[in-house]
């Protein structure tokens, strides 16, 4: 007899990550509805939309995700800090440097021994223009540029003070390492892409300034900071 053939149902195409980060969104939107007092909601919601503001630069984004972690704030403070710095990036973002300065600080006083809480409030204290408080800041978080957020942060700081070279060797290896991670949203690793060629331009490297905006565009296709950056 002869052979009986099995043929294998066609596979869905895998989702995209904005397509999962979509579903997760309208996910998390239905719970909330559902649910007046979950501030666990209330914090991963921000994270949601503060991912998908950045790639177009959503400004309503940012209001929706400031507003949800006020809100998850308002209804549990302990055991929240990621929605502080959540809070702080969103009011940073919508350049309402005041409240973020206040959101960093109690965030800072809650744990001072926490190296990216003193590297936000760095961040902040450096957009209001106390230099002295940020450099402070900044030089107790000097060891730790092994993790993004620090380094990124780091990396401005040096930057504005005339330590170009070492803001793009900072960058450089931080963004080295996150490519190597299968788990680095393509937004973060095309963003640090985009600010080594941003640090590239600025001191005239051209041709590397090139590649890093291409490596941004390769990972992020539509990302605007990335195109702009080539243009």
Do not use: C
């Amino acid at each position: 007899g002869q052979p009986h053939r099995v043929t294998a149902a066609p596979t869905a195409p895998a989702r995209s990550e904005s397509e999962i980060r979509s579903l997760n969104i309208a996910f998390y939107e239905q719970r909330i509805a559902e649910d007046s007092f979950s501030a666990a909601d209330r914090s991963t919601l921000p994270a949601l939309y503060l991912q998908r503001a950045r790639e177009p630069g959503s400004y309503p984004d940012y209001e929706r995700a400031a507003q949800l972690a006020e809100r998850s704030l308002a209804l549990r403070t302990s055991h929240n800090a990621g929605t502080y710095v959540l809070l702080t990036s969103a009011l940073l973002a919508k350049h309402d440097f005041t409240a973020a300065l206040r959101t960093a600080r109690t965030l800072y006083a809650s744990d001072s021994t926490d190296a990216s809480h003193a590297a936000l409030l760095a961040e902040v204290e450096l957009e209001v223009g106390d230099y002295d408080s940020a450099a402070a800041h900044f030089a107790t978080v000097s060891g730790d540029a092994d993790k993004p957020s620090i380094a990124a942060r780091l990396a401005r700081w040096y930057e504005v003070t005339g330590r170009l070279q070492k803001a793009q060797a900072i960058l450089r290896q931080s963004t080295a390492r996150m490519a190597r991670s299968s788990d680095v949203p393509r937004e973060q690793l095309a963003w640090f892409h985009y600010r080594l060629g941003e640090l590239y331009l600025r001191a005239g490297q051209h041709p590397q300034a090139d590649s890093s905006f291409h490596r941004a565009i390769a990972v992020l296709p539509r990302d605007y900071r990335a195109l702009g950056g080539l243009t």
